[in-house]
């Protein structure tokens, strides 16, 4: 049985924009309860205090000269983390230091523990209502039940979150490209129910904008991991299309149309694609695999 994972093998990373107020309450609780653990703070060009309240706490501050986005301060603090293991968190008080234990409890047998909401009633309906399409969509893809596919408390080693550093993206996607990365990779995922506080402050998320960006985003890493997943339904498709189009002309008109041709050559070229696709993404995995990340 593996030994639990404790304070003094985390680094707790915090990426924030404008979240001086949130800090100033969450530091403070976050040093009491974790008092061995690096807390690193990522200013991402912030116009507030925020770098200011933070290195008043006593933890390591990494401040950006300008908006990068809420990934990059992620990548930035996996890279600049001195730990063995990995504790992402929001900076606006919706996540409670609390319940850090809970997803540490977890490792090291699961790869990555993802703090899951189970019950959030602090997020707008329509948001909610997105996070349950997207966790369908991402099991669907993945053929492994997503329970949260976009909560940003997550706990995992930091010899994977540099593996698969260059795969996130810079914006509010990155939970979502960070999880669908290593359950394609065949690492294990677990779950710990969490319950999620009133963030403090304004959320910067746009649900429009960064909701069109993370669908882009879940199908590129798709694309990347499991080609076939999107090219076979959309080959089978057209394939079955054109049979029945077909039939139903050569029934009635007694020929074959161009159309019926056409949409059985896309059925095939697609699958093509699909196939040349996932010899791609299993190269890929390969050399993730053989090529171990610098420290």
């Known amino acids: 049985m ?14 924030a924009l404008n979240e001086a107020e949130a800090l100033a309450i969450l530091l403070p609780e976050l040093r009491r309860l974790h008092p061995m653990a690096e807390i690193v703070v990522v200013d991402d060009g912030s116009t507030d205090d925020t770098a200011q309240v933070a290195s008043e706490e006593g933890v390591r501050v990494i401040s950006h000269p300008y908006r990068k986005g809420n990934g990059a301060a992620v990548k930035t603090g996996i890279r600049s983390a001195t730990r063995p293991f990995l504790v992402l968190m929001d900076a606006d008080g919706q996540h409670n230091p609390g319940e850090i234990a809970a997803l540490m409890e977890k490792l090291p047998r699961y790869e990555l523990v ?5 019950e959030d009633f602090t997020s707008p309906w329509h948001r909610r209502l997105a996070n349950r399409v997207y966790n369908r969509f991402a099991t669907y893809l993945t053929q492994i039940p997503i329970l949260d596919l976009t909560s940003g408390f997550r706990a995992l080693p930091r010899r994977l979150a540099l593996q ?3 795969l996130l993206p810079n914006t509010y996607s ?17 779950y710990a129910p969490i319950q999620v506080r009133k963030r403090i402050g304004r959320s910067k998320i746009s649900l429009l904008r960064d909701g069109v960006r993370f669908l882009l985003i879940m199908m590129k890493v798709i694309m990347l991991f499991a080609p076939l997943r999107v090219f076979l339904p959309i080959s089978m498709a057209s394939f079955v ?8 002309m050569l029934a009635t008109a007694h020929h074959f149309t161009p159309a019926t041709l056409l949409l059985l050559i896309t059925s095939l070229l697609t699958f ?6 996932e010899q791609i993404a299993q190269l890929r995995l390969s050399r993730i695999d053989e090529e171990p990340p610098s420290a």
Do not use: H, Q
Not at 241 to 247: D, K, N, Q, V
């Open 114 to 118: 993802v703090g899951a909401r189970i």
């Open 164 to 166: 698969f550093c260059y």
């Open 241 to 248: 299309l054109g049979l029945f189009y077909g039939g139903y």
């Open 174 to 190: 990155y939970p979502s490209t960070l999880t669908l990365s290593l359950v394609r990779a065949g690492y294990s995922v677990a």
């Open 272 to 277: 093509l694609m699909g196939l040349i696709g």
């Open 2 to 15: 593996t030994a639990p994972v404790g304070d003094s093998e985390i680094s707790i990373i915090l990426p």
